[in-house]
């Protein structure tokens, strides 16, 4: 079992996860807690070396590029309707994020069969 894949893909769910939570209950906090464990995933994307790395890290920093704004949006600016829509579009990311390390991990195992 490969951990540091592991370690990942976990942030990565959890970054997806966090950001829903914001929209079932938002609050600064929540977003905030969304917009942390976003970068770690970013963070631990930086050495992953496989099949799909750019695209991984490029989703990932795109959900950075929404959730971090929609944080500060809604700590200073106190709207949370563009606060709710930049988390909307960091979900995207995410979402496309996970298809692509399932892409990969099943990209993975093929070559491991033969």
Do not use: C
């Not at 490029?58 to 709710?84: K, N």
């Amino acid at each position: 079992m490969d951990w540091g894949k592991v370690t990942y893909i976990f942030f990565s769910l959890m970054s997806l996860t966090t950001t829903a939570g914001f929209l079932y209950e938002p609050n600064s906090l929540a977003l905030f807690l969304a917009a942390g464990v976003n970068v770690i995933s970013t963070i631990l994307k930086l050495g992953v070396r496989n099949l799909l790395s750019a695209e991984l890290l490029a989703s990932s920093l795109v959900a950075d590029l929404h959730l971090i704004p929609a944080f500060m949006v809604l700590t200073f600016m106190g709207d949370e309707r563009l606060a709710i829509a930049l988390a909307i579009g960091a979900i995207v990311a995410n979402i496309f994020s996970i298809a692509l390390a399932l892409i990969e991990s099943a990209k993975s195992q093929e070559k491991d069969e033969f």
